[in-house]
């Protein structure tokens, strides 16, 4: 079976311009994490969705938006692109939508970098 | 705020031996799970271990496992027999919350 897949690997953004990143969970996986992981850090938490719903969202400016889609796929977008968005953004997704009783599976990443 | 701790920004050991990861976490909650992830070079993230909480029994797998101190609050991945493709960053996680990592290098 094919794990959490993240489209684009890299990108290569300007201050100021809007940047779309894409996750297609698990099969079967109702539940897509969004984080933000800045170079030597742990990963920071942006936003959760189950079922299409936003059920937690991180400490992030309105900046950062995301939706799920129906067949569970997600988007994450950021506006406004500030130099301190460069970082690595991971998805994961879960069988359940709380992280308090389920482990996440990660995809590969997509490397953002804002010049 | 829950937070996640983990007091050792860089570990070494010696390729066979053994070596203890720390973590401490805060929860308001009574029921819950805490995980170990490594992500290597690669920077894929994988799971390497999970304990339930109201489990008093460690986990353990294979190589891995923990000592789970709920009063404490305390969360330690011990991994034995150690190999150099353990080396890698590991992340302790409770919730949507991950620590600041522990750099694990292994000599040879």
């Known amino acids: 079976d094919a794990g ?10 300007t201050r100021g311009q809007q940047v779309t990143l894409r996750c297609s969970p698990i099969s079967g996986h109702k539940s897509v994490s969004w984080y933000q992981q800045v170079l030597g850090q742990g990963p920071q938490f942006i936003f959760q969705y189950y079922e299409k ?6 400490n992030f400016p309105d900046r950062f938006s995301a939706r799920q889609f129906p067949n569970y796929s997600s988007e994450l977008n950021v506006n406004a692109l500030l ?11 879960s069988l359940g939508w709380t992280g308090l009783h389920y482990e ?5 990443g997509t490397r953002l970098t804002v010049t | ?14 390729e066979a031996e053994t070596v203890t990861l720390s973590c401490t976490y805060d929860t308001s909650e009574s029921d819950y799970y805490l995980f170990w992830y490594k992500q290597p070079p ?3 993230m994988i799971l390497v271990i999970r304990q339930e909480a109201y489990k008093q029994q460690n986990a353990t797998e294979n190589r891995f ?6 009063a404490a609050k305390s969360f330690s991945l011990k991994i034995s027999d150690s190999q150099l493709g353990d080396a890698a960053m590991y992340f302790c996680a409770h919730d949507m919350r991950f620590g600041a990592g522990t750099r694990l290098t292994v000599k040879p």
Request: proline fraction near 5%; include cysteine; glycine fraction near 8%.
């Open chain 1, 4 to 13: 959490v897949t993240q489209s684009p690997t890299h990108l290569i953004k």
């Open chain 1, 53 to 58: 719903e936003e059920r937690g969202r991180g």
């Open chain 1, 83 to 93: 130099l301190g968005d460069s970082a690595l953004y991971l998805c994961a997704s």
């Open chain 1, 104 to 108: 996440q599976y990660f995809g590969p």
């Open chain 2, 1 to 14: 705020a829950q937070t996640v701790t983990q007091s050792q920004p860089e570990m070494s050991v010696q």
């Open chain 2, 42 to 44: 690669s920077r894929q």
């Open chain 2, 65 to 70: 496992s923990v000592n789970f101190q709920k």
